[in-house]
């Protein structure tokens, strides 16, 4: 869990309010700092239609969410203690109705929905967010190419049945032999199926029920292109009888 905390004197700060039930979004509503999380969730209720027992209340900066309040009775200034962050309600936002008759649904059509000032799409374009700044766009989408480069690249330099040197974060360093190149079913991208010298893997050169080659239990193991590197690396040498 992460707080944001800034430094001001306003007992008070101002926040938008979005929800998971709808595009509407309240702008700049004003709450005391020394609120508790489960009086701010009352005041929600009566602002989004959610159901302060069973809301989740999220706190975003921008288009990225940076805490989440879990604790009723922590006060709203150590979840957020700046102005212009949003809080995002999430409920399932239940509805009532005591006639069986139909009811017809509202709906906007895309011309009237665009028209709106209040809708998240209209936040999202007045503040160049996420898919409405171009710039950002075009680097994510030049960082996609040039990773589906880079494994296209490594892809092709894994030959089956040769040496390599896999690196894993959180896992040690392991050698083993190519026995597979390419993709999974059921998974998307691309891997390389390596046999391992030691039983530091994950399978026997299975996945999924179906098998892409066989090695004994523990001995194999799928990973991206990006982690392997292709060398002469022969099995390491863990004799240890002439140690003295």
């Given at each position: ?11 008070f ?95 906007l ?31 994510a ?38 026995r ?23 399978n ?30 022969p ?10």
């Amino acid at each position: 869990m992460s707080a944001i905390i800034e430094t001001g004197k306003s007992d008070f700060i101002k926040v938008n309010v979005s929800n998971s039930h709808n595009d509407a979004v309240a702008f700049e509503v004003k709450f005391p700092k020394d609120l508790t999380v489960a009086q701010l969730k009352s005041k929600l209720e009566i602002l989004t239609g959610g159901c302060a027992g069973t809301m989740k209340v999220q706190v975003f900066k921008g288009d990225t969410c940076v805490s989440t309040m879990d604790n009723n009775d922590a006060q709203l200034g150590y979840y957020a203690n700046s102005d212009g962050l949003r809080l995002h309600v999430i409920d399932s936002f239940a509805t009532f109705s005591f006639d069986s008759a139909p009811v017809e649904k509202f709906e906007l059509s895309k011309d009237q929905y665009e028209q709106r000032t209040d809708s998240v799409r209209n936040y999202l374009k007045m503040n160049r967010m996420g898919k409405y700044n171009d710039e950002e766009m075009q680097q994510a989408e030049e960082k996609k190419r040039l990773q589906a480069e880079e494994i296209q690249k490594r892809a092709e330099l894994c030959v089956l049945d040769g040496r390599c040197e896999v690196t894993v974060p959180g896992n040690p360093t392991r050698r083993g032999t190519i026995r597979y190149n390419g993709p999974l079913e059921g998974k998307s991208g691309h891997f390389i199926g390596v046999e391992y010298d030691e039983p530091l893997g994950k399978n026997n050169g299975s996945f999924g029920g179906k098998a892409y080659f066989s090695c004994a239990p523990n001995y194999g193991g799928f990973v991206s292109p990006l982690s392997v590197t292709v060398g002469d690396f022969p099995p390491e040498d863990f004799n240890i009888d002439d140690e003295l």
